[in-house]
């Protein structure tokens, strides 16, 4: 008999064109049903692809995790190759590898790595546009930080969630949220009389978080209220009332989805 063998995935790709990572019925175009599309005709046996999270419609990933079950004998290299070649060129596999056959991509994760990136007030980088909010202004910093700082440890997200009630929990741990700043620099040629600076134009900033699960559309309203308080629209005390009340009214607004990538799935080492 066949060995069925479980291959694990490290993906990255541009959410621009995709209505998210989940497969649908509807004949939407997503990254889950691409790889399994790929690789059932690749190896002509029916081939069900778990990924670590559901990124949503236009969310890209630098280090999503994903495994699925074959009979093939091809190699991870092979395997990682051959998928390259016959995927959408903005669908990259980075790494495979064959692991244990219990190891799944969802149910061992131990956290993730989210980053989003907002360009005020605008963005210069013309390959970047599909992977940043545009903020008109410039926010207060230190005080999306000092914000940020209430919003972590183990608490009921509900309100940080753009669903009214859960099946499961909405518990999660947030181990830290992390603002720092990206400059946004172009060393080309200028015209003497532009009015622009010679290094500096402008700022990108990227606020990194890092838990080990995130509700839906949770990092993207924590964003907004993150904002919210970085424009004086709302008090560095107030930005956690969403985590007392458990009401989505009284927490920020839902920020764009191009801004967001999934960054890195962590594992325990013995499990990947």
């Not at 360009?119 to 545009?134: A, G, H, K, Q, Y």
């Amino acid at each position: 008999m066949e060995q069925i063998r479980n291959i694990a995935l490290v993906l990255a790709y541009d959410g621009t064109r995709y209505a998210g990572w989940q497969r649908q019925e509807q004949a939407l175009s997503t990254i889950q049903g691409k790889l399994e599309a790929v690789l059932s005709r690749l190896y002509d046996e029916e081939i069900e692809v778990i990924g670590a999270g559901r990124t949503d419609s236009k969310v890209h990933a630098e280090g999503q995790v994903a495994n699925f079950r074959t009979r093939t004998q091809d190699s991870p290299e092979e395997i990682r190759r051959k998928l390259n070649e016959y995927l959408p060129a903005d669908i990259r596999v980075r790494m495979a590898a064959e692991v244990a056959p219990d190891f799944h991509s969802r149910f061992k994760a131990a956290g993730k790595i989210y980053d989003y990136r907002i360009s005020c007030p605008e963005e210069t980088d013309v390959f970047l546009r599909n992977r940043v909010m545009i903020l008109s202004q410039v926010p207060d910093l230190a005080a999306m930080q000092a914000a940020a700082d209430t919003l972590v440890g183990t608490h009921d997200y509900l309100g940080f969630c753009s669903l009214k009630k859960m099946k499961k929990s909405s518990v999660r741990r947030i181990d830290s949220i992390r603002i720092t700043t990206e400059p946004m620099v172009y060393d080309g040629s200028r015209f003497p009389a532009s009015g622009r600076s010679d290094r500096e134009d402008g700022m990108r900033i990227l606020i990194r978080y890092e838990g080990n699960g995130f509700l839906y559309h949770m990092v993207r309203i924590l964003t907004g209220t993150l904002i919210e308080v970085g424009l004086g629209q709302r008090r560095v005390e107030d930005a956690a009332k969403a985590l007392e009340t458990r009401k989505r009214e009284d927490a920020g607004f839902l920020v764009p989805a191009q801004g967001l990538t999934l960054t890195k799935v962590i594992y325990q080492e013995e499990d990947f």
